[in-house]
């Protein structure tokens, strides 16, 4: 928006009801404009509070401080002063400066992506939180949070471990949905297309990015799956949604296309059924930590199938 002074006019309430509308409007079309609105709100906090600039007149001293963040110090050598000492006030506000072109620092991200087909890599945030990547996910994530969120993005498959702080909602941002947390645990699951959260303790909301009024609100052993627009909430048994992390498994008359699905996740193979009927037979098993060669002899034995595992790929057919 170009009337910055609106924007802090917003703030203090002091707008009627027709240019309300108007900025509401305008914070509501990106996630950007509202980035932009928490900055200048910031900036005129952080003079306002100051001993230096504590009678702060609207027209004059906002343009001031303006010129100074946007690295246009046009002033008068009468001002200079001035302007040098709500440099230093912007300093102790944000922590960081740089007065060569007056630009305030933004925070530095951290990139991180597992490539260790066979290990978990886990990473310990700012405040304490962790996250367990699985083999290929991405996580990109604030050095340092803000003030007021912990957010991060992710895609790929990790478990979070989520220090609570009532005061900082934390939040993960996949290609399609939003997480929203205080403190929890939670298994996500994300593609460009999908989106896949299971709860093992807390409370989790997830909402569709691209309409956040779409949302469900899990508690433990239950799961929202996001394909597309379509949301939708499943009661499960969230011990096997992280097993590709503890190598638990309790499978109770589970069918053979879930089993293989979740063993996927851990073991990284492809795989298919001869036959579409060999997809629903059933297997009750328990597994914790054992190799994939001797899971399949214990499913070979239990569902009375064949499997084959050559180059990766894992074939399913009858026991002829």
């Known amino acids: ?8 006019k917003y703030h203090q309430k002091k707008l009627n009801e027709s240019e309300n509308r ?14 932009e609105y928490e900055q200048y709100v910031s900036l005129w906090l952080a003079a306002k509070q100051s001993k230096v600039l504590h009678n702060l007149n609207m027209d004059h001293d906002w343009n001031l401080i303006l010129r100074i963040a ?3 110090p046009k002033l008068l050598n ?10 230093a006030i912007l300093v102790i506000a944000f922590g960081v400066y740089w007065f060569s072109d007056y630009t305030i620092f933004k925070p530095e991200y951290q990139y991180v992506k597992n490539e260790w087909k066979n290990k978990v890599k886990t990473i310990t945030l700012d405040d304490g939180s ?13 050095k340092h949070f803000s003030r007021k969120e912990r957010k991060i993005k992710l895609q790929g498959n990790a478990f979070f471990n989520v220090a609570r702080n009532e005061a900082k909602p934390f939040r993960v941002e996949t290609p399609i949905s939003m997480v929203q947390v205080l403190g929890t ?6 593609s460009v297309n999908k989106s896949m959260v299971t709860v093992t303790s807390g409370k989790v909301k997830v909402s569709n990015k691209a309409d956040q009024n779409s949302f469900v609100e899990l508690l433990p052993n239950e799961q929202a799956i996001q394909n597309g627009n379509s949301l939708q909430k499943n009661t499960v048994s969230a011990q096997n949604f992280i097993g590709w992390k503890t190598g638990k498994y309790l499978f109770k008359n589970e069918s053979l296309l879930q089993v293989m699905t979740l063993l996927e996740r851990r073991f990284h193979f492809s795989f298919h059924f001869a036959d579409r009927e060999l997809k629903l037979r059933e297997l009750t098993a328990e597994f914790n930590g054992e190799n994939l060669n001797d899971i399949i002899e214990i499913i070979q034995l239990s569902c009375q199938v ?15």
Request: aromatic share 8%.
């Open 1 to 8: 928006m170009d009337n910055q002074y609106r924007l802090i």
């Open 22 to 35: 108007e900025v509401e409007k305008w914070l509501a079309e990106s996630e950007s404009n509202e980035k």
């Open 70 to 72: 946007n690295g246009k």
């Open 78 to 87: 009468k001002a200079i002063t001035y302007a040098l000492r709500i440099a």
């Open 130 to 142: 962790t996250v367990s990547l699985n083999y290929m996910a991405s996580l990109h994530y604030p």
């Open 185 to 190: 645990s939670f298994d996500v699951d994300a």
């Open 306 to 320: 064949r499997i084959n595992l050559e180059s990766n790929n894992l074939t399913i057919s009858k026991n002829e």
